[in-house]
């Protein structure tokens, strides 16, 4: 499996863009970058997922380096609703793009007024 | 869409009893997972299924769990009998093949 390193913590203001990085340096060719976010006392939450171009959806960008070692999950207008911990996962790649989900620490994101 | 519905929400039970969890996936996917959450380890991969069929159990922790997916609209992960530190909280989740994963809202277990 492909080894993510993110950090544990970041703070960002309400209103603001949250940036947040993820290593994947082990990232293999054809692997994907998918992130989740756990909500307090809810279940994970699928976000977005690349491969190498940038993507955007209705709830983030996606921001993939062009030698795919590190991408940025960006919530463009943070609101206090994103406070959550934040996972970046790359799933092996011989048991299907999205199979084996491997959650680490991930990032605890906390959204302040 | 009704997303992914698990039962019991909560459940608390005595050690040595049997506990069982239910799940049902979103219409249409055809994969579905099992997680166990606890502060000590995250969250854990148990066990899926890929059309009904158990692929991957290497993440059950012995053979007090057991899950089983009879039809493509349910599951149920046993434990059998329970000890206190099964206490956690359960996730189920589902997806089409090879797709993102839509979790449920879990089932907190207490076993004393």
């Known amino acids: 499996d492909a080894k993510t390193t993110q950090p544990p913590s970041m703070d960002c203001a309400e209103g603001r863009a949250a940036n947040l990085p993820c290593n994947h340096s082990t990232i293999s060719g054809n692997e994907y970058v998918y992130w989740y976010r756990q909500i307090h006392s809810q279940g994970p939450q699928y976000i977005i997922h690349g491969l190498k171009n940038n993507e955007t959806n209705e709830m983030a960008s996606l921001i993939i380096t062009e030698d795919r070692k590190s991408s940025t999950l960006i919530l463009p207008h943070a609101t206090l609703r994103d406070t959550a911990v934040y996972y970046c996962?790359?799933?092996?790649?011989?048991?299907?793009?999205?199979?084996?989900?491997?959650f680490g620490t991930g990032t605890r994101l906390q959204v302040t007024l | 869409d009704a997303g992914v519905i698990q039962s019991p929400r909560h459940e608390v039970t005595e050690m040595g009893q049997e506990v069982t969890l239910r799940c049902k996936p979103i219409?249409?996917?055809?994969?579905l997972f099992w997680y166990r959450q606890t502060m000590m380890r995250g969250l854990e991969l148990l066990i899926y299924?890929?059309?009904?069929?158990?692929?991957?159990d290497s993440g059950m922790p012995e053979d007090r769990f057991s899950a089983k997916m009879p039809n493509a609209s349910f599951s149920t992960l046993k434990i059998q009998p329970s000890e206190p530190r099964d206490s956690a909280v359960y996730f189920c989740?589902?997806?089409?093949?090879?797709?993102?994963?839509?979790f449920g809202p879990g089932t907190r277990l207490t076993v004393t």
């Open positions: 996962i790359v799933p092996p790649l011989n048991t299907g793009t999205a199979s084996k989900l491997t």
């Open positions: 299924f890929n059309n009904n069929v158990p692929i991957d």
């Open positions: 219409s249409g996917h055809n994969s």
């Open positions: 989740a589902s997806s089409r093949t090879d797709r993102e994963q839509y």
